[in-house]
Protein backbone atom coordinates (compact mmCIF):
# COMPACT_ATOMS: atom_id res chain seq x y z
CA UNK A 1 0.00 0.00 0.00
CA UNK A 2 1.03 3.68 -0.81
CA UNK A 3 1.45 5.76 2.07
CA UNK A 4 -0.43 8.93 2.18
CA UNK A 5 2.29 11.28 0.43
CA UNK A 6 3.49 9.01 -2.10
CA UNK A 7 -0.01 8.95 -3.39
CA UNK A 8 -0.28 12.85 -3.43
CA UNK A 9 3.12 13.25 -5.75
CA UNK A 10 1.84 10.68 -8.09
CA UNK A 11 -1.19 12.41 -8.12
CA UNK A 12 0.88 15.78 -8.63
CA UNK A 13 3.05 13.94 -11.17
CA UNK A 14 0.02 13.39 -13.42
CA UNK A 15 -1.48 16.47 -12.94
CA UNK A 16 2.12 17.67 -14.14
CA UNK A 17 1.81 15.61 -17.50
CA UNK A 18 -1.26 16.31 -18.13
CA UNK A 19 -1.53 20.32 -17.69
CA UNK A 20 2.25 20.88 -19.05
CA UNK A 21 3.44 18.07 -20.86
CA UNK A 22 5.69 17.57 -18.08
CA UNK A 23 8.31 14.23 -19.21
CA UNK A 24 10.94 12.84 -16.22
CA UNK A 25 12.85 10.59 -15.52
CA UNK A 26 14.33 8.92 -12.01
CA UNK A 27 18.26 8.54 -11.98
CA UNK A 28 20.59 7.98 -9.02
CA UNK A 29 23.22 10.06 -8.24
CA UNK A 30 25.95 9.75 -5.54
CA UNK A 31 25.62 13.12 -3.52
CA UNK A 32 27.01 15.10 -0.68
CA UNK A 33 24.07 14.16 2.09
CA UNK A 34 24.51 14.42 6.21
CA UNK A 35 24.06 11.18 8.05
CA UNK A 36 22.31 11.17 11.01
CA UNK A 37 23.65 9.26 14.21
CA UNK A 38 23.76 9.15 18.01
CA UNK A 39 26.26 11.38 19.41
CA UNK A 40 29.11 9.13 21.59
CA UNK A 41 27.32 10.55 24.63
CA UNK A 42 24.32 8.45 22.94
CA UNK A 43 20.10 10.26 21.93
CA UNK A 44 18.59 12.28 24.47
CA UNK A 45 15.52 11.82 23.68
CA UNK A 46 11.92 11.55 25.48
CA UNK A 47 9.98 8.23 24.39
CA UNK A 48 6.61 10.25 23.02
CA UNK A 49 3.76 10.18 26.31
CA UNK A 50 1.15 9.41 22.96
CA UNK A 51 2.85 7.20 20.36
CA UNK A 52 -0.62 5.94 19.26
CA UNK A 53 -2.00 9.48 19.06
CA UNK A 54 -0.76 9.93 15.17
CA UNK A 55 -3.39 12.56 14.45
CA UNK A 56 -1.56 14.68 16.97
CA UNK A 57 2.59 13.55 15.70
CA UNK A 58 4.50 16.48 13.89
CA UNK A 59 6.77 19.10 14.08
CA UNK A 60 6.46 22.72 14.28
CA UNK A 61 10.03 25.21 13.84
CA UNK A 62 9.41 29.02 13.70
CA UNK A 63 13.05 31.05 13.91
CA UNK A 64 15.48 27.79 14.98
CA UNK A 65 12.73 26.78 17.63
CA UNK A 66 11.64 23.27 17.20
CA UNK A 67 9.37 21.21 19.25
CA UNK A 68 8.30 17.86 18.09
CA UNK A 69 5.63 15.35 19.02
CA UNK A 70 5.49 11.85 18.58
CA UNK A 71 8.08 12.17 15.79
CA UNK A 72 9.83 9.43 14.30
CA UNK A 73 13.56 9.79 13.00
CA UNK A 74 12.32 9.61 9.34
CA UNK A 75 10.03 12.10 10.12
CA UNK A 76 12.83 14.01 11.81
CA UNK A 77 15.44 13.53 8.89
CA UNK A 78 13.24 14.87 6.70
CA UNK A 79 12.47 18.05 8.73
CA UNK A 80 16.20 18.07 8.92
CA UNK A 81 16.91 17.79 5.38
CA UNK A 82 14.40 20.98 4.81
CA UNK A 83 16.60 22.67 7.58
CA UNK A 84 20.41 22.28 5.69
CA UNK A 85 21.51 22.22 2.51
CA UNK A 86 21.77 18.63 2.00
CA UNK A 87 19.44 15.29 2.15
CA UNK A 88 19.74 13.88 5.70
CA UNK A 89 19.89 10.06 6.03
CA UNK A 90 18.66 8.43 9.30
CA UNK A 91 21.58 6.02 10.67
CA UNK A 92 20.52 6.37 14.27
CA UNK A 93 18.44 2.83 14.69
CA UNK A 94 15.84 4.82 17.13
CA UNK A 95 12.56 3.12 15.71
CA UNK A 96 10.66 4.74 18.11
CA UNK A 97 8.39 7.59 17.95
CA UNK A 98 9.66 10.79 20.33
CA UNK A 99 8.56 14.00 21.81
CA UNK A 100 11.25 16.82 21.87
CA UNK A 101 12.46 19.96 21.66
CA UNK A 102 15.30 21.59 20.09
CA UNK A 103 17.11 25.88 19.58
CA UNK A 104 19.81 26.65 17.02
CA UNK A 105 20.48 30.12 15.37
CA UNK A 106 19.39 29.88 11.69
CA UNK A 107 22.57 30.03 9.24
CA UNK A 108 20.86 32.68 7.41
CA UNK A 109 20.64 35.01 11.10
CA UNK A 110 24.10 34.37 11.44
CA UNK A 111 24.83 36.62 8.87
CA UNK A 112 23.72 39.13 10.93
CA UNK A 113 25.94 38.26 13.68
CA UNK A 114 27.70 41.66 13.46
CA UNK A 115 24.32 43.27 14.19
CA UNK A 116 23.98 44.21 17.97
CA UNK A 117 20.45 42.99 17.99
CA UNK A 118 21.28 39.36 16.03
CA UNK A 119 20.54 35.63 17.41
CA UNK A 120 23.17 34.19 19.40
CA UNK A 121 23.25 30.42 19.87
CA UNK A 122 24.29 27.54 18.48
CA UNK A 123 24.47 26.03 14.97
CA UNK A 124 22.34 23.39 13.84
CA UNK A 125 24.72 21.10 13.93
CA UNK A 126 26.28 21.95 17.65
CA UNK A 127 22.65 21.63 18.69
CA UNK A 128 21.61 18.21 17.61
CA UNK A 129 24.82 17.11 19.69
CA UNK A 130 24.43 19.02 22.59
CA UNK A 131 20.75 18.85 23.37
CA UNK A 132 19.15 15.27 21.64
CA UNK A 133 22.62 13.78 21.65
CA UNK A 134 22.46 13.02 17.52
CA UNK A 135 25.17 14.17 15.23
CA UNK A 136 25.13 15.15 11.71
CA UNK A 137 28.26 13.52 9.65
CA UNK A 138 28.77 14.97 6.16
CA UNK A 139 29.34 11.84 3.65
CA UNK A 140 28.30 10.65 -0.07
CA UNK A 141 25.31 8.46 -0.77
CA UNK A 142 23.19 6.93 -3.81
CA UNK A 143 20.31 9.11 -3.98
CA UNK A 144 17.69 9.23 -5.94
CA UNK A 145 16.43 12.25 -8.42
CA UNK A 146 14.43 13.53 -11.09
CA UNK A 147 15.94 14.56 -14.20
CA UNK A 148 13.34 16.85 -16.46
CA UNK A 149 13.08 15.64 -19.81
CA UNK A 150 10.70 18.29 -21.08
CA UNK A 151 8.30 21.16 -20.30
CA UNK A 152 5.55 22.94 -21.70
CA UNK A 153 3.70 26.09 -21.52
CA UNK A 154 0.45 25.00 -20.69
CA UNK A 155 -2.87 24.79 -23.18
CA UNK A 156 -5.30 27.53 -22.57
CA UNK A 157 -8.28 26.15 -20.19
Known sequence: ALAQADKLEL????LLADRF??????ITKELPVYVLRPSKSGAKLATAK???????????????????????????TNTLTGQTDRVVIDKTGLTGRYDFTMNW???????????ASAPV????????Q????LKLSPEKAPIEVLVVDSVQKPSAN
Open 11 to 14: RLQA
Open 21 to 26: GLKLHR
Open 50 to 76: NPGDLANSGVNIHNGDLTATNLTMQDF
Open 105 to 115: VRDDHRAEAAS
Open 121 to 128: GPSIFTAL
Open 130 to 133: EQLG
